[in-house]
């Protein structure tokens, strides 16, 4: 079955560090399709990156940066030189062939001033 | 501004009641699906509609039925409400209806709180 595990409940960070929000998941499928969502705390969820299986290079968009690995069933993601404007709450979620996209209990990232 | 439109926005309802909420999905996408985001269940999948026509189902409660009309929008509709339902349903919209079909845009959701 498929899973997705964010075992980090909660962040807090002072700005400008960087900080690493760990997603680990769990499918039989060879091909599936990885997400990360953006929940601020006016509570809209906003899309941020899609991964194909297929494609282990890792991105780069400004401060952010993803790190997906197979082999550890990971697909982590890293916001550089944090802002205060960053806090929110970061879902990782996976969607294999049964078309569900399963999100992850999400980790509450705080960047303090 | 995702282009997906929820209404209403909030929702205050009592025990037993029943409730519609409405979605419109960004133009030109075909799928809806609904979510449910409950403090102790986290952002659970409902159900899934591609052209009209079921495509997946999740957690969703007999009590809970939807449907995706010919203009594409789609109504879930909450029956015989329970303290807890109260949650923050989201509709959410994509192109296609497949695994590969991309990223889901979301509204900003329906807040719905049964006393």
């Keep these: 079955a498929q899973k997705v595990t964010q075992a980090q409940t909660e962040i807090s960070v002072v700005e400008k560090e960087d900080v690493t929000l760990d997603c680990v998941y769990e499918t039989r499928d060879t091909t599936y399709y990885l997400f990360w969502y953006k929940q601020p705390p006016s509570g809209e969820l906003v899309f941020l990156i899609r991964r194909n299986s297929f494609d282990e290079q890792n991105e780069i968009s400004g401060r952010y940066s993803w790190n997906f690995q197979k082999s550890t069933s990971s697909f982590n993601f890293t916001i550089t030189a944090s802002q205060v404007v960053d806090s929110a709450v970061y879902f990782c979620a996976l969607r294999e062939s049964s078309y569900k996209l399963i999100f992850g209990s999400g980790t509450r990232l705080l960047v303090r001033p | ?115």
Excluded: M
Excluded at chain 2, 80 to 107: H, I, K, N, Q, R
């Design chain 2, 1 to 115: 501004d995702s282009g997906v439109t929820q209404t209403p926005k909030h929702l205050i309802t009592a025990t037993g009641q029943r409730v519609t909420l409405r979605c419109s999905p960004r133009s030109g996408d075909l799928s809806v699906y609904w979510y449910q985001q409950s403090l102790d269940q986290g952002l659970q999948f409902l159900i899934q509609y591609y052209n009209g026509e079921e495509r997946a189902k999740g957690n969703i409660l007999e009590r809970f039925s939807a449907q995706q009309f010919p203009d594409l929008h789609s109504e879930l509709n909450l029956s015989s409400l329970e303290l807890g339902d109260s949650a923050l349903y989201f509709c959410a919209s994509s192109v296609g209806g497949g695994p590969g079909t991309g990223e889901l845009f979301f509204g900003e959701g329906s807040r719905l709180t049964v006393l």
